[in-house]
């Protein structure tokens, strides 16, 4: 059968003969010296010589010889054959059987029997013989599968081969038993990257192989919960004179049959979903039906593996200016064969890049847009991004709370009100002004008549010179205001004076980087404009309302848009503030 590599030889010697490779002769028996010629045949039991031939391991030559024997009847044991028995018919003749495949080692008794033509009594002697099968050597593995890394979940398989190196697949399953069946299952190195190869032999009839999991394999959580795999692939090979022609290959509850080509790999692959297989307890390899075992009907395995289609992977841009109602959406998805948009307003679509008009209400609103899309065996994977629609067109144009410092209604209960709009926490005076009907003859609108109400500071409210609170009576203004990112705006307000103190009095307003959490640390920032005025005409009312000044200080908002107002006065008479404004410039 010359199933192994050549060079594998075994010899086996039984009885008496020549330890020699080269010489197989024989020291035959003698005849007596007192003795008138041969009265039986003289065959004793060590005149055979039994050898085990070159090949597989499994041909075996029996060499007998002795005086008075005309021929020799071999029997060589083998209760499954019929033609087993072989007669030599002259001196130092041989005979050879080539005993069967289908076990990995039996010992078989081979019976000699020595006749003669002389009318001796036949000679009968027995030897035993163990046969151990030597398997096929295996010359040829299949190709790394090419399927992606985060995709493949590996039963059996050294992964993927790179430059003579083999990278072991991320997902490999490891409470596997591949020897659960009675086909002889061995694990060979092929090549000289040495891939491992499962080989089963014996196949014969009913014997089969068998791989168990413990636990079984849920189709449905694979690559983890809910993450399901789609295929099973098994790579299969066999020598069809020494192998097998068709596998029935069993799992899941399912049976295929595969016809194997001779001396070439075969890729198996089952679809689960189209079987219905939703679970995994073991893989049975066996004959096929009306298939044809031959000699050691050996089957070879590999690359056993889980996979998955590549799933889509979702993504998109979109057009976001702040005050657009309408906003485009650009597909930037891969391997997605479909798409269905979620516009978080209760609309949808399924185009590829859609255009989709929110209300248009004057309002900035908020969506979480929502992005599905397939793959080509229509798994679905989602992706949702926060857009930003509508509100206001150009900078923010903020509200300055109680910029008029005027009571709601007349009434003098929201004097708390318009105080606490203003107030920081302090180590001066906890108020932040005092309420005055003294205010600007120009209300909040422009509109110039009698006067209105404003924020007043008497000389006992007054800071120190350098802005710093005196302890217990300085009183400041300060309130956050949120603006458009480095924007240029304006912080406009009116301040009058009262006439008759020091040239040094002063109302100072400011512009502030950033927020502030207390009075010390907004008067020790930096501002980012600020203006000291000391013009003091008196009231507000004074000369027919020509008492106060306007002030329009042009600014740049910061990075980040937040900004805060701060007012207080450095004086020893009476100062007032109102219509204090911020909008951006033109």
């Known amino acids: 059968m010359n199933l192994l590599r050549k060079g594998i030889f075994a010899l086996l010697t039984i009885g008496l003969i020549v330890s020699c490779e080269d010489d197989d002769s024989i020291i035959a028996p003698n005849e007596g010296n007192g003795g008138t010629g041969l009265t039986e045949i003289t065959f004793p039991s060590h005149a055979i010589t039994v050898k085990i031939e070159d090949g597989d391991g499994t041909i075996v030559t029996v060499r007998p010889q002795g005086l008075g024997v005309t021929s020799y009847v071999v029997d060589f044991g083998d209760p499954d054959s019929s033609s087993d028995v072989v007669t030599i018919t002259e001196d130092a003749g041989t005979a050879s059987y080539d005993y069967p495949n289908n076990v990995e080692e039996v010992t078989y008794t081979i019976t000699v029997t020595a006749k003669s033509d002389k009318g001796f009594p036949d000679v009968v002697q027995t030897k035993n013989v163990t046969v151990e099968h030597q398997l096929t050597s ?7 599968p090419i399927i992606l890394d985060e995709n493949t979940y590996a039963i059996f398989s050294d992964g993927i081969e790179t430059d003579g190196v083999f990278a072991a697949y991320t997902n490999q399953l490891s409470s596997s038993n591949f020897d659960g069946g009675d086909a002889e299952y061995t694990e060979v190195e092929v090549g000289d990257i040495k891939n491992k190869v499962i ?3 014996r196949l014969h009839g009913a014997i089969a192989g068998s791989i168990t999991f413990d636990p079984a394999i849920i189709i449905a959580d694979v690559f983890g919960t809910d993450a399901s795999a789609d295929y099973i692939h098994l790579d299969l090979h066999s020598i069809h004179d020494i192998g097998v022609d068709k596998v029935k290959i069993t799992l899941g509850g399912k049976t295929f049959e595969q016809t194997l080509i001779n001396d070439v790999w075969t890729g198996v692959d089952i679809d689960f979903a189209s079987e219905g297989i939703t679970q995994i307890d073991d893989i049975i390899l066996e004959l096929g039906t009306g298939g044809t075992a031959s000699n050691e009907a050996t089957l070879n395995v590999d690359n056993i593996y889980l996979y998955r289609e590549p799933l889509s992977v ?11 109602y309408e906003v485009t959406f650009t597909d930037a998805s891969e391997l997605a064969t479909s798409h269905s948009w979620d516009f978080g307003d209760g609309n949808s679509s399924t185009e590829v890049n859609p255009t989709h008009s929110y209300t ?3 309002l900035e609103m908020t969506y979480m847009v929502t992005l599905t899309t397939t793959n080509s065996l229509n798994k679905t994977t989602s992706i949702t991004k926060e857009i930003i629609v509508g509100g206001p067109s150009g900078p923010i144009n903020p509200e300055i709370v109680k910029g008029d410092f005027e009571r709601t209604g007349g009434d003098s209960a929201d004097d708390t ?3 606490n709009a203003w107030k920081i926490a302090t180590t001066g ?5 005092g309420t005055s009907s003294d205010g600007s003859c120009t209300d909040y609108e422009g509109t110039i008549g009698s006067k209105t109400r404003g924020a007043k500071w008497s000389g006992s409210q007054s800071a120190n010179p350098d802005g710093t609170a005196v302890a217990g009576d300085t009183r400041y203004a300060y309130q956050a205001v949120t603006l458009s990112p480095n924007e240029n705006y304006i912080f406009e307000y009116e301040y009058a004076i009262k006439t008759g103190g020091a040239e040094t009095n002063s109302i100072v307003a400011a512009i502030l980087n950033g927020h502030y959490s207390d009075s010390a640390g907004a008067v020790a920032s930096n ?3 600020q203006h000291v005025g000391t013009e003091a005409k008196g009231k507000f009312s004074d000369n027919s309302c020509s008492g106060g000044t306007t002030i329009k200080l042009p600014f740049t908002s910061n990075y980040l848009g937040e900004v805060s107002i701060l007012i207080y006065a450095v004086t020893d008479v009476d ?3 109102d219509n204090v404004k911020v909008y951006p410039a033109e």
């Open 138 to 144: 295996l010359f040829s593995v299949p190709l790394s």
């Open 429 to 433: 005076n906890s108020n932040p002004f």
């Open 575 to 577: 100062a007032w503030i």
């Open 199 to 201: 080989r089963y032999s």
């Open 417 to 419: 009100n318009i105080r």
């Open 314 to 324: 979702p993504d998109f841009t979109f057009d976001d200016v702040a005050s657009d």
């Open 360 to 362: 248009d209400d004057g």
């Open 527 to 529: 501002a980012l404009v």
